[in-house]
């Protein structure tokens, strides 16, 4: 594993001069591109601001790189890891084609617009607000991420799980092609609109009172959801089972 730090950084970006030092068999530069070939660690960069131009074809993991901003440009085709990247705004223009993991990356907003092509973990990313017109070809968890509220024109080809998501109101608009988990997603409230073409569990929604204005193709599960008023079993292609409603 090469670990890269500050040396390596200059004026917020990568210095092609520094890394190039390091060969041409860890790093190939061609003009503007830089492209890592083996496993790298970004390890408490405080001055790296932007990927832009980089490509990653192996592991690569960032922790404590508290001045990144951006991902713009970059292009990920193995394993990525964020840990307490906590400037880290948006994913915009980042393309990921493996499995990605952030965690208490604390300034994250959006994700809007980001197509992941592997599976994807969201681990209390506290101001997630919105994927809307994110494409996930993969797994997505999305662990305690207090904020999140929208997945307006979502879509979701691998299985979703969201557990503890305290401000998930709705999911109107998503579009949900495999698995769905809802873990004590205690405010949501409708999924009118939202297409499930698999199976889907509801466990714990408190505030649940509505499902009539979805469609379900594959079974449901609704347990402990107590506000859960009457269910149009027209609606439903798949078994339906309610359990323990108090």
């Known amino acids: ?140 968890y999305f662990y305690e991420c207090e904020s999140l509220t929208s997945l307006a024109g979502a879509t979701f080809n691998g299985g979703v799980y969201f557990s503890h998501c305290p401000s998930l109101k709705t999911v109107t608009g998503a579009t949900f092609n495999g698995y769905v988990e809802f873990n004590w997603c205690r405010s949501l409230i409708s999924v009118s609109g939202a297409v499930f073409k698999g199976k889907v569990n509801f466990n714990g929604c408190d505030s649940l009172s509505s499902v009539n204005e979805a469609a379900f193709n594959g079974d449901v599960e609704f347990y402990k959801c107590k506000s859960l008023a009457s269910l149009d079993l027209g609606l439903f292609k798949g078994n339906v089972r309610v359990t323990n409603r108090s």
């Open 1 to 140: 594993m090469i670990q890269i730090t500050d040396k390596y950084i200059k004026n917020g970006q990568l210095d092609k001069e520094a890394l190039a030092r390091l060969g041409a068999d860890v790093v190939e530069i061609e003009d503007d591109k830089i492209t890592f070939k083996g496993v790298v660690a970004f390890y408490k960069c405080n001055a790296l601001a932007s990927l832009a131009g980089a490509k990653f074809n192996d592991y690569v993991e960032f922790s404590w790189c508290y001045s990144l901003t951006s991902l713009a440009g970059a292009t990920f085709k193995g394993v990525v890891g964020f840990s307490y990247c906590e400037s880290l705004t948006s994913l915009e223009g980042a393309t990921f084609n493996d499995y990605v993991k952030f965690r208490d990356c604390d300034s994250l907003v959006s994700a809007d617009g980001t197509t992941f092509n592997g599976k994807v973990e969201f681990f209390r990313c506290n101001s997630l607000t919105s994927v809307s017109g994110a494409t996930f070809n993969g797994d997505v």
